[in-house]
């Protein structure tokens, strides 16, 4: 993420994935739901990509910029602004669930392989719903 | 002491198209009887806030029913020989019939979602017999939401459908009553959900038709939360501007179930279009 001047805790510098996982691990929900959820998710995010090794529900590792030997399943795609947007407790109408924007943000898009995004939509909407309560944008 | 709901429910048969189903309906209050229609995949459940306000039960007489594989309505014999997409013409040949039989008498007629968009047709082709209708989340067309995502045999199907529509309602809605509306939705059926959306999202087109409806014969209310995507508060706006003498009103702050997802600040809503009718 160089092209970016990103706060150290705001999405999407390392700190905030890292308090993502601590969120997601912790989460009553995810450790009764989460169980049977294994997939890598890339986030792009303008210009950059971020790489979520999910695993029993747990985000096991984040590769920034993953280089060409890594490969992932399901691209979520937007723009910085997109992605800050949506990560507060009430975003705005069209912005509070990834399906939403899909539908109506024409810069954001859930791209490769969508039937296994459907399969793992539940564990996926408690994953981002617990990235909206950490907030995308800290000083 | 026992404390119980004011809603009471039972079973009634209603030949529909040589086809005889045993519906389930709910109902309390008493007064100008007012229909209420649940939306794609789900059943009565949704309007169990409204049947239990004593504001509009005082002056109302609420009903609702599961359509037939929804709730507590069983499919009829020989469901699975058959796949099931409602159509316009079944939709509506079924809440004729159950207002019919139950000699309802000029009802207002409530639906959201799918039932937002069968009130319309109501209004366009019964506007005799259908005192008004209040259209939730309802506009001319519907596209995009004909899919077959729930019937993928490596998708659980129920699940699906829940966290599908999950995200259909606002942020800001009270958590455990958006809980409640993805528990309703993990209970339907397998291709239910999706066989409602073959209505009014592919059979279904009001497109050019809608100076068809009379609302001098049946007034036509419609109103959409701003955090419905699936049908958002423009299209229904444009639907309205499109039926003269239509009504609409956008709710802010609630999404695509408003009588499940926060009755309280729907209620405020609706309040006034009940009086408007009673």
Redesign the interface.
């Known amino acids: 993420m160089g092209r970016l001047t990103i706060p150290q805790h705001s999405f999407p510098a390392r700190e905030w994935f890292e308090s993502l996982r601590e969120a997601v691990a912790a989460d009553a929900e995810m450790a009764v739901i989460g169980r049977w959820c294994d997939l890598n998710l890339a986030l792009a995010i303008d210009g950059g990509l971020v790489l979520l090794r999910i695993r029993g529900g747990k985000l096991v590792e984040t590769v920034f910029d993953p280089d060409i030997g890594v490969s992932w399943m399901v691209t979520l795609r937007g723009t910085l602004d997109d992605w800050r947007t949506f990560l507060q407790?009430?975003?705005p109408?069209?912005y509070?669930?990834?399906?939403?924007m899909n539908?109506?943000v024409p810069s954001f898009g859930i791209e490769g392989d969508r039937?296994a995004f459907?399969?793992h939509?539940?564990p996926l909407?408690r994953i981002f719903a617990l990235a909206?309560r950490l907030g995308g944008e800290h000083a | 002491m026992p404390e119980f709901d004011p809603i009471t429910g039972g079973y009634v048969y209603l030949d529909v198209a040589g086809v005889r189903n045993r519906v389930y309906f709910e109902e309390a209050g008493s007064g100008r009887p007012l229909l209420c229609l649940h939306t794609a995949g789900s059943d009565s459940r949704q309007y169990r806030h409204l049947l239990c306000d004593p504001e509009v039960t005082s002056r109302w007489r609420v009903l609702a029913f599961d359509m037939p594989y929804h709730g507590r309505s069983l499919p009829p014999d020989g469901w699975w020989k058959n796949e099931y997409l409602l159509t316009r013409e079944a939709y509506a040949g079924m809440v004729m019939a159950f207002t019919r039989t139950m000699d309802l008498r000029q009802p207002v007629v409530l639906g959201c979602s799918m039932g937002g968009a069968l009130v319309l047709e109501l209004a366009r082709l019964y506007g005799e017999e259908v005192g008004a209708v209040i259209g939730l989340e309802a506009a001319s067309k519907i596209e995009?939401r004909f899919l077959d995502?729930s019937v993928?045999p490596?998708?659980?199907g129920s699940?699906?459908a829940?966290?599908?529509t999950?995200?259909?309602m606002?942020?800001?809605s009270p958590e455990p009553y958006r809980r409640e509306a993805w528990w309703t939705y993990s209970q339907g059926g397998p291709g239910i959900y999706r066989g409602d959306t073959y209505f009014y999202s592919v059979d279904w087109d009001l497109r050019g038709r809608e100076e068809e409806i009379d609302t001098g014969r049946c007034p036509v209310y419609l109103l959409t939360g701003?955090?419905d995507?699936?049908c958002?508060a423009e299209e229904s706006a444009t639907t309205a501007a499109a039926i003269p003498g239509a009504n609409f009103t956008r709710m802010e702050g609630i999404g695509h179930f408003p009588m499940t997802e926060n009755y309280p600040m729907f209620r405020e809503y609706l309040l006034p279009v009940l009086r408007e009718r009673e």
């Open positions: 407790p009430l975003p109408p069209f509070s669930d990834l399906l939403a539908s109506r039937s459907v399969r939509l539940r909407g909206q | 995009g995502w993928m490596d998708i659980d699940v699906m829940a966290s599908w999950y995200g259909l606002a942020p800001q701003e955090y995507y699936a958002t």
